[in-house]
């Protein structure tokens, strides 16, 4: 069965003046977020967010699903993953890069068993075909412990 997400924002002036907000979303778990451009293009924080950051949590939220059940289906489930993903916005160019980093712990699997799942992972999972526009997406897989 297909699923659709959907989110909505508001924008007022300007790009370079102006801000939005991401009102809603379907499941209701976040809303109220503001955007700007200059929290997009110079890495402004204080509770702002931009599209990029948006991407990056889908990437490591996407790719960790991916990863843990194909470590399943492996016989090897992992007991944790943690997942961190970047997305770099370059003003002029658009997203130039992206990166993910992971870190598991899986019983009975060896390093080169989990760089494998994780590289399988990192071309499979949805979000990480979505981006496949982007030139440079590098991964970096290590078992903890």
């Given at each position: 069965?297909?699923?659709?997400?959907?989110?909505?924002?508001?924008?007022?002036?300007?790009?370079?003046?102006?801000?939005?907000?991401?009102?809603?979303?379907?499941?209701?778990?976040?809303?109220?977020?503001?955007?700007?451009?200059?929290?997009?293009?110079?890495?402004?924080?204080?509770?702002?967010?931009?599209?990029?950051?948006?991407?990056?949590?889908?990437?490591?939220?996407?790719?960790?699903?991916?990863?843990?059940?194909?470590?399943?289906?492996?016989?090897?489930?992992?007991?944790?993953?943690?997942?961190?993903?970047?997305?770099?916005?370059?003003?002029?160019?658009?997203?130039?890069r992206g990166a993910l980093t992971?870190?598991?712990?899986?019983?009975?699997?060896?390093?080169?068993?989990?760089?494998?799942?994780?590289?399988d992972a990192k071309r499979n999972?949805?979000?990480?075909?979505?981006?496949?526009?982007?030139?440079?997406?590098?991964?970096?897989?290590?078992?903890?412990?």
């Amino acid at each position: 069965m297909a699923t659709e997400r959907r989110a909505e924002v508001t924008w007022r002036g300007s790009l370079l003046e102006g801000s939005g907000e991401i009102g809603s979303t379907t499941s209701g778990a976040f809303g109220g977020l503001g955007v700007t451009w200059k929290a997009r293009s110079e890495d402004e924080t204080g509770g702002l967010t931009s599209p990029e950051e948006l991407i990056a949590a889908a990437h490591a939220a996407c790719f960790s699903m991916a990863l843990s059940a194909g470590l399943a289906r492996a016989g090897t489930p992992a007991e944790e993953l943690h997942t961190s993903a970047t997305v770099t916005f370059q003003p002029g160019e658009g997203i130039t890069r992206g990166a993910l980093t992971v870190r598991g712990t899986v019983p009975g699997l060896d390093a080169d068993g989990f760089r494998d799942a994780a590289e399988d992972a990192k071309r499979n999972c949805p979000v990480s075909q979505a981006l496949s526009g982007i030139p440079d997406v590098s991964l970096d897989a290590e078992l903890a412990g």
